[in-house]
């Protein structure tokens, strides 16, 4: 969901690089084309965030057991809420998306979907994302799932995106619920470990949006979007970027007691080497040196990636857990 995070699409890997569809010369090539601009309304590349933080945190909640039928089940189900909310995102956004070069290609900028359509295919997935996870897991990651599409786009599509430089910070939230939603399904309740690993992903938004908005700012200034890197200067923005990657390593290492051994020496090691790359980047700005923000985009991937996968090594093994040696 997005948990991700960029703009007009949180989560996971590299911006964007839509393609044309197919010519319509023939019967199967207009079918193909439509279907393929449906697809690209889901924005499936940002739904990574789903297999990236949904099946750590289902494996940390059920740890020592792995139930691939609920995991595979909770993945179908978030992927559809995941869908609808990037298609709602992209029915509100289609004005500024035919402004910005990056988002020029999706289906409402180019006007190969109808926006009526758009708008129902959104709402039909909604729907079925929430009927799907109350059938196979439980009422609560259902409705987990429909505050999330509720909040991605009425709150940070409507609202925050256009208003403020705080968009990603505060609608980042949706790109969070994820790990809520896969706790939600294994255990049918919430507790702290899932809201610490919500706040991983919480404070990882930040650095690893506005990285990807150094590079592209010309395009937010045109579209009118105030994201931060184009209301102030590159060495407040890197600044920013520094202290949210310190709160999301420190975020990592509150879910050391609860964890093994594996996650641990996993959680140190990744943390220092984000943090290598954020302070370099700062470190260049101030020196007035030349930077590639899209280093530190693509690390902030490769990093939250690495500890995801620590996690869920770590909660297969069962290891026993640092707090239990307290």
Known sequence: MRAGQRPGGH???????????????????????????????TKPRVIELLLVATIPAMLFADRGHVDIVLILSTLFGGWM???????LNCVVDADI?????????RPLARQTVPTRNAFVFGVLLGVASFAWLWWRANLLSGLLVVATIAFYVLVYTMVLKRRTWQNVVW????????????WAAVTGSLSWEPVVLFLV?????????WA????????YKAAGVPMLPVIATEQHVTKQILLYTWATVIATLVIVPAAGVVYAVVAILAGAWFLFVAHQLYNS?????SVKPLKLFLQSNNYLAVVCLGLAVDSVLA????????
């Open 285 to 289: 700005v101030r020196g007035g040196a």
């Open 97 to 105: 998306d035919k402004v910005m070069k990056r988002t020029a290609l």
């Open 81 to 87: 809420g995941a869908a609808s909310a990037n298609s």
């Open 212 to 219: 990807l908005a150094m590079r592209y700012k010309e395009d």
């Open 171 to 182: 609608g980042g939230a949706a790109g969070c619920m994820p790990v809520m939603v896969g």
């Open 319 to 326: 290891l026993p857990t640092i707090g239990s040696y307290f």
């Open 201 to 209: 992903v919480f404070f990882w938004t930040p650095p690893h949006t």
């Open 11 to 41: 989560g996971f890997g590299a911006p964007e690089a839509p393609s044309a569809p197919p010519r319509p010369d023939t019967a199967w090539g207009r079918i193909s084309g439509t279907v393929l601009a449906y697809i690209a309304l």
